[in-house]
C-alpha cells in the first residue's frame, strides 16, 4: 500500500484511490463538490484543492485537485497550508458570487453541503458589491421544486442525471456565468429517478417538492430505519417524522442494495401514511350498515369473541411484515391460511421461490447485478416492476468501459476519461418483452414478443448454450438465439433477469434454464427473479406451495366448513375480480379486516380494526433477493391504531392459545417464526433484539439538533412530558443515546460535526463508497441450490411452448391480455400518495397500429374488453407484439382483467376519454403514441 504525507503527518493509503478518496478515509475533512462516491471525479469545482511538493526540499510546490490526483507512494501534500487554503477559499468565494442570501428561509437549509463547506473552509466576507445573476425557476413535476438561483454549476446534477440514470430531458444549458441546469421547456421530468436530485444536488437548487409543501427542518425531524415498500427490492430508507406526520423519505444507505440512490415510488410514495383515508378508530358494522366507533378494547373483545366462536380461515398479504403474517398463520391454522396473491400470483412466486432455490447460479444483489457483463432480460419490464434494479443495469452495461481502461490503467474514478474512450461502446444486455421498456436506450437488442415466444427463445438460448439443437424457431430468433448464447457465453459474470412481470410460468422457467446451463459450461453466472411486493418472498417461503389460495378459501365458507374471516392488510378487490372477491365476502358470515387504510375490503367488513403503517410499526420483510431485513416504527402510532401484530398477539392471548403464551415482545414473535418455519430460520440475524445497547444506551432516533419538543406541545401544556419508552426495539424516541459503531440495522440517521448534509454518510463508511462500519443491513435466506432441473416440480408446469410466428398472431379478433406495470399507478400503497397518483392516471389498453387499424380505432378512442370486462381508452404503441394487449395493471378500470387471458376486442362507440395529460410514461418508443 502507497505511504504519502499529508502536512507532516504519513498515512498509509489504499492503492488505486484518489488523494480526496484517500483523505476521507482517513478522516481528513477536505471539502469538495462535483465529486461523489457513485459518479467518480471531473475535476469541475476546484474545490477539494491541495498543495503537492515534489520532494522534501520543495518549498513551493503546486496546486492540484484531490479528485483528480492518484495516490502515488511517497507523495508530499499539504491540506492545512495558507497556499490552500487561502485557495479552497477564495473557490467558495467565487462559488457564492450569484448564491443568494437565504439560507434562513431555504428548503435545504441546515442541511446544506454549501453551508457545511463554506464554514470548512474558513470563507465568511464577501468582497463583490456587483449585482447577482438571476434565473427563473422551471415547474419539473409534483416531485421536484427548482430554485435556479442556488446553483454553484458542481455538474453534479447532469451527470448524475445523464450520465448515470440515463435521463435525457435535463441538461447544463449557456456558458460562462449564465449556466443553467433544467429542462429545454418547462415540464415533469421523465427519469424514473429523478427524485435522487434531492440528495445529489449540494445545495437547494433541487428539493423534495412534497417536504417544502409540508415543511419542517431537517434537523427536526425523527426518523429510524426502515425498509421500502414499494416493491420487492427491499432498498433501506430514511423515513422522517414531525407533528405525527411522515415528512420525507431519505436513503439510507446500504452497499448491497440500493446504495445511494432511491427509485421515485420509493422516494416519494410513502405519502399514504398521512392519508385522510387512514383508519383511526376500529369500526363495527351495525344492521343499517354504517360503522360504529369502537375505543380498541371493546373491539379486541369483539374480534375475540368473533374468533372464539367461529371456523377460522385468515388472509395475509405480501405487503406487510413476516411476523404479522406469522401471527395470523398461527390464529387460524396453517390449513386455513391463504398468503393473499391473487390464485395466478400465488403461483408464480411460489414458482419464483423454488426455481432460485433449485438453480446452482448466484442469486444476485444489486451490487452484483452492476458487476454483470452480459445480460438477458426475459419477460420483465425491469424499471417498471424493480426499478431499483434497472438503475443497477444501467451501470452494468458500463463493464466494457471500465474494461477498456484496465487496459489502458485507468482507475474507475476517472470518469470522464473513461466515458470518452468508451464513447457508445456496452456490455451486451438484451431484452425479450412483451413491448419496449426504458432500458431498451441502452440495450444491444430488444425483441417485442408474446410471453409463450419469450419463453421459447429463452429455451432455444439454453439449448445453444449446451451445444443441443434448439427448438424450431422462426429464422431470425434462431439466429439471435445463438447470438445471445454466445454473448452469455463469453462474459465472466453473466446474468439472466426474469419473474413474475408477464405473468408467465414458461418464461421464468426458461430464465431459470438459462443460467443453469450458464453454470454448467462453467460460469459464474446469476439469476434474478423479480416478485411483485414487499414481503412477496416471505411469504412463499411461511405459506409453502401448499397453502390456499383465495378460491380454494371461498369454496370451502361456502360449503360451510369456515364461517369466519380475518383479512391482513389486503385489498383483496386488487387480487381478483370484483365478482370473485364479493363471492368470497359473502361466503363469510363474519369478515375481520385488520388494515390501516379504508378500501373496498374495509367496507366490506363486520370488523375493521386500523392498523398501523410501516412507519408506526415494526417487522421483517424479504425481499427478492431473499434478503431479510427489519423495519422500525418512526413515530408513536396515533389514536387507536394499533401494528397488526399487537391486535394478532392481543386476539391471541384472550382466546388463552398455547402458541402465544411465550410470546410477550416483537423479537419473541420473530424468535418463533424462525423456530417453526425453516425457511425463514434465519431471520432473527436481521437486526439486533430489544436488548441491545450501544455502549449502555439506546440508540436515539432524534439528531443532536433537534429542537421545540416542548414548543410542539405548547397548545396543550408548556410543560413538556417524558418522552415515550420504545419497550420493543433498541431504538429510542429521544435524543438521548449513541449513534456510532452499532450495527448498520440500527441507523437511524446520518451526521457528525461539520458534517450537517447526507454527505455525512461517509463518516459512518468503512471508506468513501464503501459498506458501512456496522456491516450490511439484513441476513441472506437464499443460497444457490445444490441440485437443479429445468422446471417446477410444485405443480406449476408449464403450458405448451407455442411456435413464436404463431404465438404472435391474432386469431379470429382475439387477443393475449399481457400486464403492463407502471412505476406509478400499479402499486397498491404508493398509489394512494398525492404526488404518485397526480402523475398515474387512468387505466389503458396498449396496441400496435396493425391491430388498431383492424379495430378501427384510433389512438384516445375506447375499447371494450371482453364481455363487459372493462371499457377503455387505446394507446398505440408499435412495439407491442401482434396479437397481445397491453392493459396498465393497477390502474383505474383494469380491476376484471386477467393477465394472459385471450380476450375480444372492440370498438367502443362515443367514447369520450378522461381530460388528463400523460406524464412521466416512458413505456412507448419510436413507433408508439400518446394522447
Known sequence: MPVITI????????????????CLSLGLDLPYFCWHPAMGSIGACRQCALVQYQNAEDTRGRIVMGCMTPVTDGAIFSLAGDKARHFREAIVESLMLNHPHDCPVCAEGGECHLQDMTVMVGHRDRHYRGRKNTHRNQYLGPLINHEMNRCITCYRCTRYYRDYAGGTDLAAMAAHDHIYF?????????????????????????????????????????????????????????????????KRVHNRFNADVNGYFLCDRGRFGAGFVNSENALSYPGLREADGRYRALDHHDALHRMAESCAR???????????????????????????????????????????????????AVIPDISTIESADAVLVLGEDVTNTAPRIALALRQSVRNKAYELAADLKLETWQDAAIRNLAQDQRSPLFIAAVADTPLDEVALQRLSLAPDAIAALGRAVADSIRGNTPATLAAPLDTLARDIAAALGAAKRPLVISGTGCASAPVMCAAQAVANA????????????????ANSLGQAMLAGPQAPDLEQLGKRAASGELDTLVVLENDLYRRGSRARINALLEAFSQVIVLDGLDNDTTSAATLALPAASFAESEGTLVSLEGRAQRYFPVFQPRDERRPSWVWLLACMKELEQPQAHALHHFDDITRACAAQVPALAGITAAAPDLHY????????????????????????????????????????????G????????????VWSPGWNSNQSVQKFQTHPGGPL?????????????????????????????????????????????????????????????????????????????????????????????????????????????????????????????IPLAVVTLSRAEGWRPRPQIIARDRGTGPGGTHV
Not at 409540508?214 to 423515513?239: F, H, I, M
Not at 406469522?326 to 386455513?336: A, D, I, M, T, Y
Not at 449513541?738 to 440517521?749: F, G, K, M, S, Y
Open 7 to 22: 502536512d507532516g503527518v504519513a498515512y498509509e493509503v489504499q492503492q488505486g484511490q484518489n488523494l480526496l478518496e484517500s
Open 182 to 246: 433544467g429542462r429545454h421547456q418547462e415540464g415533469v421530468l421523465q427519469s424514473e429517478f429523478a427524485g435522487n436530485l434531492v440528495e445529489v444536488c449540494p445545495t437547494g437548487v433541487f428539493t423534495d417538492k412534497t417536504l417544502v409543501h409540508d415543511y419542517t427542518r431537517k434537523w427536526d425531524l425523527q426518523s429510524a430505519p426502515s425498509v421500502c415498500v414499494g416493491c420487492g427490492v427491499g432498498c433501506n430508507t430514511l423515513p422522517g417524522e414531525r407533528y405525527g406526520r411522515l
Open 310 to 360: 367461529g371456523k377460522l380461515a385468515g388472509i395475509g398479504s405480501p405487503r406487510t411484515s413476516v411476523e404479522a403474517n406469522f401471527l395470523l398463520r398461527e390464529l387460524v391454522g396453517s390449513q386455513n391460511y391463504a398468503p393473499g396473491f391473487s390464485d395466478a400470483e400465488q403461483l408464480l412466486v411460489n414458482l419464483a421461490l423454488e426455481l432460485q432455490q433449485q438453480s446452482p
Open 518 to 533: 450458464l453454470v454448467d459450461s462453467g460460469k459464474q453466472a446469476m439469476l434474478c427473479l423479480c416478485v411483485p411486493e
Open 693 to 736: 445497547l450501544n455502549l449502555g444506551v439506546k440508540i436515539p432516533r432524534q439528531p443532536p439538533r433537534y429542537s421545540g419538543r416542548t414548543a410542539m406541545r405548547a397548545n396543550i401544556s408548556v410543560h413538556e412530558p417524558k418522552q415515550r419508552e420504545d419497550e420493543e426495539t433498541a431504538l429510542a424516541f429521544t435524543m438521548e
Open 738 to 749: 449513541l449513534n456510532r459503531n452499532q450495527p448498520a440495522a440500527l441507523l437511524p440517521w
Open 773 to 897: 462500519k456496522g456491516g450490511t443491513a439484513g441476513v441472506r435466506l437464499l443460497h444457490p441450490g445444490a441440485q437443479h432441473s429445468n422446471g417446477p416440480t410444485q405443480g406449476q408446469q408449464p403450458g405448451p411452448l407455442n411456435d413464436a410466428d404463431d404465438s404472435q398472431n391474432p386469431q379470429d379478433g382475439r387477443w393475449q391480455l399481457v400486464p403492463r406495470q407502471r412505476i406509478f399507478g400499479s402499486d397498491e400503497l404508493s398509489a394512494l400518495s398525492p404526488a404518485i397518483a397526480e402523475l398515474a392516471g387512468p387505466g389503458y389498453i396498449e396496441i400496435n397500429a396493425v391491430d388498431a387499424a383492424a379495430l378501427g380505432v384510433t389512438p384516445g378512442a375506447g375499447v371494450h374488453v371482453g364481455d363487459g370486462l372493462a371499457t377503455l381508452e387505446v394507446r398505440v404503441n408499435d412495439t407491442v407484439a401482434a396479437g397481445c394487449a397491453g392493459f396498465s395493471i393497477g390502474l383505474a378500470g383494469t380491476d376484471n382483467l
